[in-house]
């Protein structure tokens, strides 16, 4: 499987983005999907997951109830759509796969390469 991401960018302080993950192969619609995020100097942290029928998500407590995550099995793509967003969003953003209801990130077997998200007035 293969994860690559978009729609990163530069953000002002209490803007939106969405980012999508999108995934290769015919395995997609079976695998938890994951967001994760690495700061610079910082260790790379869970955001939110979602099962594979994209009823059951589950967030860190600092985005939850701005940041949701969506699925779309017949596009194999995963969603990551953040709202009031804040300066300390900033970071690189990853998608990964295959984890598990899991945060650690060495659950998940495969990754994107990651996408900026820079929130900055």
């Known amino acids: 499987v293969q994860l690559v991401e978009s729609g990163g960018g530069l953000v002002q302080p209490g803007g939106s983005l969405r980012l999508s993950c999108a995934a290769s192969?015919?395995?997609?619609?079976?695998?938890?999907m994951g967001w994760f995020r690495q700061a610079p100097g910082k260790e790379r942290e869970f955001v939110g997951n979602?099962?594979?029928?994209?009823?059951?998500?589950d967030y860190v407590d600092v985005v939850k109830g701005r940041f949701t995550i969506s699925r779309d099995n017949a596009k194999n793509t995963v969603y990551l759509q953040m709202n009031s967003l804040k300066p300390e969003d900033t970071a690189v953003y990853y998608c990964?796969?295959?984890?598990?209801?899991?945060?650690?990130?060495?659950?998940?077997?495969?990754w994107g390469q990651g996408t900026q998200v820079t929130v900055s007035s």
């Open positions: 990964a796969g295959g984890g598990g209801f899991s945060h650690r990130g060495s659950d998940y077997a495969y």
């Open positions: 192969g015919r395995t997609f619609s079976s695998l938890m």
């Open positions: 979602i099962t594979p029928s994209g009823r059951i998500t």
